[in-house]
Each structure stands twice: as structure tokens, then as C-alpha cells.
């Protein structure tokens, strides 16, 4: 009686624990580029919005710093408040619009935000992420 190869245990071994890796592998990838909601949208030149507001008008741009403050608010304008920026540590005033009243924001917590500068040179947040 012939004998039998036992290589194709050991081929069918080692592609399983290949197909594993290769599943974790491009799990890790996804789970780590899915972190920065707005990665397309150019930071705020922070010293050039401070120097002058006025140039820097209609522009989007995106933010991420911690909310020191609420400074004031209105429940038909919204939330006024400061957040110290993480590329500089300059603090600027920023309008949490009323459509964004659902999003609790705390003293103290991260956010990643995608602003507008307004006509009158106010940040006025689009929206907004947890960081």
C-alpha cells in the first residue's frame, strides 16, 4: 500500500494562518486612517486669523484644540465659546451654532472642529468631532 503525503495538512495549515494575519492586518489599517473626520480640510493658520480676521473671511478650515470656556449663549444663536488650539497655545472665540445644540460640550474636552470664518471674522463651527 502507498503511502500518503501529509504536505497538504501543513499547506492548508499555513494559508489559514495567512488569511488571519492578512484580515487583522487590513483591519488595523482601516480602523487607524478612519481617525480625522475632516483630514481633507486645511488647518487655521492660528497667527494669521489672530494678525487679521478679514483675509482669512469664507474660508473653511479645521481646528483641533480643547474647550476652556463657555463664554455665552443664546438659544437662537447658539454657544460662544473659547478653545485653546492645539498647534499654538492661543486661545480663540468660537459660535457653536444652535443646529449643533445636540452635541454635549464640556470644559475641558477635545474636539476636532471644521469652521467657517465668517463675514464679521467670527469662527463659526460647521461641525464637530470628539478627538
Known amino acids: 500500500m502507498a503511502r500518503r503525503s501529509r504536505s497538504s495538512n501543513s499547506v492548508l495549515l499555513l ?9 487583522f492586518g487590513v483591519g488595523g489599517l482601516l480602523l487607524s486612517t478612519s481617525g480625522d473626520a475632516f483630514r481633507t480640510t486645511a488647518p487655521l493658520e492660528v497667527q494669521a486669523y489672530l494678525e487679521n480676521s478679514n483675509s482669512l473671511r469664507g474660508n473653511t478650515y479645521k481646528v483641533e484644540g480643547d474647550v476652556l470656556n463657555q463664554l455665552g449663549y443664546s438659544p437662537s444663536m447658539g454657544r460662544l465659546i473659547s478653545v485653546q488650539i492645539d498647534a499654538s497655545s492661543d ?3 468660537m459660535l457653536i451654532p444652535a443646529s449643533l445644540s445636540h452635541v454635549n460640550i464640556q470644559r475641558g474636552q477635545r474636539f476636532i472642529f471644521k469652521i467657517e470664518v465668517t463675514e464679521n471674522g467670527i469662527l463659526r463651527a460647521l461641525d464637530l468631532t470628539k478627538a
Open 15 to 23: 494559508s489559514g494562518v495567512a488569511l488571519l494575519v492578512l484580515t
Open 91 to 93: 486661545v480663540v472665540p
